[in-house]
């Protein structure tokens, strides 16, 4: 696995998402790789979901050579940790009983519900005031 590794990131950094795109693709893998070996046993961990998850969006903007929109970073890395959040609900006494440390399992079930509550609307604020809103309204008026 590790000898393809090169070939890999050679691969991506030269495809379809070019130099920027790939590498900022690259960053957000990089962060799901920390996250599973360093991040998921600290209170740091929802830092690689904000990251990551812009990371995706912000890759298909420099592919096209366009610079992303703040609104677009914003709900990607908000959205990100939302779903860490949420994904730790179903295996939170689990995840301790493995000594996993990360943000939600220490804050426990209830607060980690009424985080993704809290970013959801956040989300849905950003989303409503963002560009992309009053084209759809426009679209349908």
Partial sequence: TFILLPFAVIANLLGPLGLKGGAVY??????????NFYFKFRITSPLVYFIALAALPASIFYAVDRNPPLWVLATSSLLGVAFHFANVLKD???DRDSKIGGLPQRVGKRVSILIIFILLIIVTAILINSPISSDLRSEFI
Avoid at 26 to 35: F, S
């Fill in 92 to 94: 939170l006494s689990a």
């Fill in 26 to 35: 690259l960053l957000g893998v990089g962060c799901g790789i920390a996250y």
